[in-house]
């Protein structure tokens, strides 16, 4: 059964730092792109990072470049998201998600209809 399990979402003032974890279990890891999204009330799925399993090839939004870094630890079949320098804007569900169906482009790895696995998503709150 193919499983993607977020942690580490809590509520933490503007300016601190969060650290996302994406368990996967279920599939072959190295061979997908594993990406991060987020939902906030009112507002539709964005893409926040995706990372290519098989290379380490990292994409981020311009939102949260130069604040979240995302990596990968292959042996542990598991995604982190740092956050840092969170803003009440990061505000929102986070969700992980992977697909193998692409290898991941500027151009696509944002796109949440790619995905075919998805975690129950973790929330994130940041206060200002």
């Known amino acids: 059964e193919v499983q993607l399990v977020e942690s580490g979402g809590g509520l933490v003032q503007a300016g601190g730092s969060l650290r996302l974890s994406c368990a996967a279990s279920?599939?072959?890891?190295?061979?997908?792109?594993i990406g991060w999204f987020r939902q906030a009330p009112g507002k539709e799925r964005e893409g926040v990072s995706c990372?290519?399993?098989?290379?380490?090839?990292?994409y981020y939004a311009d939102s949260v470049k130069g604040r979240f870094t995302v990596s990968s630890d292959n042996a542990k079949n598991t995604v982190y998201l740092q956050m840092n320098s969170l803003k009440p804007e990061d505000t929102a569900v986070y969700y992980c998600?992977?697909?193998?169906?692409?290898?991941?482009?500027?151009?696509?790895?944002?796109?949440?209809?790619?995905?075919?696995?998805w975690g129950q998503g973790t929330q994130v709150t940041v206060s200002s």
């Open positions: 279920g599939f072959t890891f190295d061979d997908y792109a």
């Open positions: 990372i290519s399993s098989s290379d380490g090839v990292t």
């Open positions: 998600a992977a697909q193998n169906y692409v290898f991941p482009t500027p151009r696509s790895w944002y796109v949440a209809t790619i995905y075919n696995y």
